[in-house]
């Protein structure tokens, strides 16, 4: 068996609608997400038994608790084969703004091992591992854009956009997604705008609703957050919106050299901003080698 080196992509939210609570005390979700090129890089190499994780630099733990390490324990669980996996993730994604890089990262483990062990898990193997890992985590095998319902298990392939420039900026510590999910209020629950599903499979003129549910209670108690949005679109970026509950924004560029201005501008000020551009291709759904 050969080392497989995979990019786990970053997903922007460009809407997220939150429909209310489920029984089960998740919240079912419709949510349009698609890939950007701030990616970290995972290396998994074969050992004989046990799992090994390095994280360079070291922001997130590098045992059990890392989603990572689930994935490879998940993995060889269902493979019903002894083994073992030496794994680094070289950390490039924010952590805690919302742009799911734990779960790509947890991704791309199992994509990673299922291309090196002759890839004994079929694509609904894989998912179902996915989703038992996290809500985020099946969204990325899709191929690269996609609408999220369920508590986020449930994913349906959209068109990708024509590849676009934008800028991530990110401002201030994480926002706990249990803590924005809790803040909702309860009640009636909501139903997707028509006009979005209307428009499910034209993602382009998806872009142009972007639409953060979570916005209504993050920002009122992180005015750094509003402040963030509101300075992106003086820049002249749109649509600019939050990613997940934060503390990520995204606004969207017409050109490169419009984002990079846009990012050095954010930087100058004290900021932390990254010119991206969305995905066409999903590294991961390619490195997994499934259909």
């Known amino acids: ?27 079912d979700l419709w949510s349009v997400l698609t890939l950007v090129d701030l990616c970290d890089t995972v290396t998994v190499a074969p050992r004989k038994r046990g799992i090994l994780l390095a994280v360079r630099p070291p922001v997130v733990p590098p045992g059990p608790e890392n989603l990572a390490f689930r994935a490879a324990e998940a993995f060889f669980g269902t493979w019903g084969r002894p ?48 989703a038992g890992l996290g ?47 809790g803040r909702l209020p309860s009640g009636k629950r909501r139903v997707p705008d028509p006009i979005w599903t209307a428009a499910a499979g034209h993602t382009e003129a998806l872009l142009s609703m972007a639409f953060n549910r979570l916005e209504e209670v993050v920002f009122p108690v992180r005015p750094d957050l509003a402040a963030l949005k509101a ?26 050299a419009a984002a990079r201005a846009w990012s050095a501008a954010l930087k100058a000020e004290g900021g932390q901003a990254w010119v991206c551009r969305t995905l066409r291709e999903n590294p991961i759904r390619a490195a997994a080698l499934v259909g």
């Open 1 to 27: 068996m050969q080392a497989r080196t995979v990019s786990a992509p970053a997903k922007i939210n460009i809407i997220l609608e939150v429909l209310g609570r489920r029984a089960d005390g998740y919240h």
């Open 83 to 130: 083994g073992g996996a030496a794994i680094t993730l070289r950390k490039r994604i924010p952590v805690g703004g919302g742009l799911g890089g734990g779960s790509s990262d947890a991704a791309a483990v199992l994509a990673a091992l299922n291309a090196m062990t002759g890839r004994p898990l079929m694509r609904e193997q894989l998912l179902e591992l996915a």
């Open 135 to 181: 809500s985020d985590v099946p969204f990325f095998f899709s191929r690269g854009t996609a609408l999220i319902t369920g508590r986020g298990e449930q994913v349906a392939d959209l068109p990708p956009p024509s590849p676009r420039w934008l800028v991530v900026a990110l401002a201030g510590e994480p926002v706990s997604t249990a803590w924005a999910y």
């Open 231 to 256: 300075r992106l679109a003086a820049l002249g970026a749109a649509p600019v919106g939050l990613t997940g509950t934060g503390a990520a924004l995204f606004g969207f560029a017409p050109e490169r």
